[in-house]
């Protein structure tokens, strides 16, 4: 059975559904918790804010789980209204976001403890 926009869960996004069932958590669709679980296991959040080309500063986030990356990287453009990609399994954010990105990242639902911030 292909991954079609009727049989995949809704909530988290990722998992299949099996009637209204969510094949990752085995929870009914309207109470999934596959994200939330996700997010207390994640590892370690690591966040960069280097000098890129022609001297323009960037964002860069490593750590993000790759089944929700997408998801995570168009949240964080959207919050911080600016440019980026994700390549290498890395999201890349144009501009210094050093001053919110940890809140951010806290507000989609990772643990501020496993976020760490690295200047360069």
Known sequence: MKKTAENICPTCGVHKLIGDICSGC???????????????????????????????LVTIVAGVDKNSIERVAKQLKQSLA??????????????????????????VGYPEENISIIRK
Do not use: M, W, Y
């Open 26 to 56: 085995g929870l009914p669709k309207d109470i999934c918790s596959c994200a939330a679980i996700e997010k207390e296991t994640a590892q370690k959040i690591k966040v960069t804010i280097t000098k890129a080309k022609f001297r323009k």
């Open 82 to 107: 600016c440019g980026g990609t994700v390549k290498n399994d890395e999201i890349i954010l144009q501009g210094d976001h050093g001053a919110k990105i940890k809140q951010l990242l806290a507000k």
